[in-house]
């Protein structure tokens, strides 16, 4: 078995260090003078925009670009792509979270697409190279966007929620700066973290995982499991811990993608809007009964090499961080629909044991019950 996936996409640089983002516009004119900077309604609430932007290099223009909020629509991006072709940054930098980050990613990625963006998130169409470079800073721990190919996106109309992903996505430049997650919402700590850990396992027991991602995929599952408590509680100490495991769990699932889990989490998601760490969260404990049989020796190494056991783990944090469950006694009323999606997912086609229709009905009884 190789070492390496087939290809390896890192971001060029990462800086990893408090106080780094305040070197944003310093980094970002190696890629030249005129910026763009997307960010959440948050970061401007807490000064924290003002202040990243306050002392660019001489003669650099910067634009701006608040993101709603909301995991991104089709349309949004439509709308940044718009902006974008209007005044040509040499570079987009998103400061935010995974959603602001998807955001930007999936707009200077398609900046010259000809057709619409919810053309490029229906299964079979080709994705063109990136045409800007991205900066991504990330302003919660939880979906590694910052270090992946991939951007999230979600089609309200028609009730659809897909990623695109290319090659050229993988962002530039990456800041990881736990000064940005001061002020971070504790549930929002919560459902981040929880999307990071199942990532980092769902990678882990990918049937595309190589022992270079196996590796990253480990590092984040024990790091995340010590760190995202004392997080959730308050303890700045944590941060750094776990915007770097986030950031190896991200680098880990662009190449060995994720499992059935995130093939349920998307289209489930769509439909009941409830935030992605938590869905992934409520389908762990059916998905891993229906995986045990083939990951059993994946369970009993974390367990043997770092205490931990995965279920019982997430049931702790659910307690502990007192999530509801957004599924329970819910009905689905396009059931077919919703199981077709799980089978088209990427992700399920990575899940280390084959799911047919029928499994994915019956893991949804268990989930809904
Ligand atoms: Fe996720």
């Not at 991939?150 to 090659?167: C, G, M, W, Y």
Request: glycine share 8%.
């Amino acid at each position: 078995m190789s070492l390496l996936p087939p290809t390896l996409l890192l971001p060029q640089q990462t800086i990893s260090k408090t106080g780094a983002a305040l070197g944003l516009t310093q980094s970002a004119a190696a890629f030249g003078l005129k910026g763009m900077v997307v960010h959440g309604q948050s970061l401007q609430r807490s000064g924290m925009l003002e202040a990243i932007l306050a002392d660019p290099p001489a003669d650099m223009t910067l634009r701006t670009w608040c993101h709603a909020g909301g995991e991104p629509t089709v349309g949004q991006v439509d709308a940044l792509r718009a902006e974008l072709r209007a005044n040509r940054p040499d570079w987009v930098a998103a400061v935010g979270g995974g959603s602001v980050i998807d955001l930007a990613k999936a707009a200077a990625g398609l900046v010259d697409a000809p057709e619409r963006t919810a053309h490029y998130q229906t299964h079979g169409a080709a994705i063109p190279s990136a045409a800007l470079p991205l900066i991504a800073v990330p302003s919660t721990a939880g979906t590694g966007s910052e270090a992946t190919v991939v951007a999230v996106l979600t089609d309200p109309e028609r009730n659809f929620k897909q990623s695109i992903r290319h090659p050229s996505y993988m962002p530039k430049l990456v800041i990881l700066d736990p000064a940005l997650l001061k002020g971070c919402p504790p549930s929002t700590i919560a459902t981040a973290g929880l999307d990071a850990f199942i990532q980092a396992f769902e990678s882990y027991t990918s049937r595309h995982a190589t022992p270079f991602t196996r590796a990253l995929s480990e590092l984040a599952l024990a790091r995340i499991s010590r760190a995202l408590l004392p997080l959730y509680q308050g303890s700045g100490d944590a941060a750094s811990d776990m915007l770097e495991a986030s950031y190896l769990a991200g680098l880990a699932f662009s190449h060995a993608r994720l499992g059935l889990i995130h093939g349920l989490a998307h289209p489930l998601g769509a439909r009941f809007h409830a935030a992605h760490g938590l869905v992934c969260a409520r389908c762990l404990p059916a998905a891993l009964t229906f995986n045990r049989p083939v990951i059993r020796q994946d369970l009993d190494d974390l367990k043997a090499r770092h205490g931990l056991d995965v279920e019982a783990q997430v049931a702790a944090w659910l307690d502990a961080m007192t999530l509801d469950n957004p599924f329970a006694g819910q009905r689905v009323a396009d059931r077919d629909a919703l199981i077709r999606e799980t089978l088209a997912s990427g992700s399920t086609a990575a899940n280390p044991r084959p799911v047919t229709a029928d499994d994915v009905d019956a893991i949804l009884d268990a989930i809904l019950a």
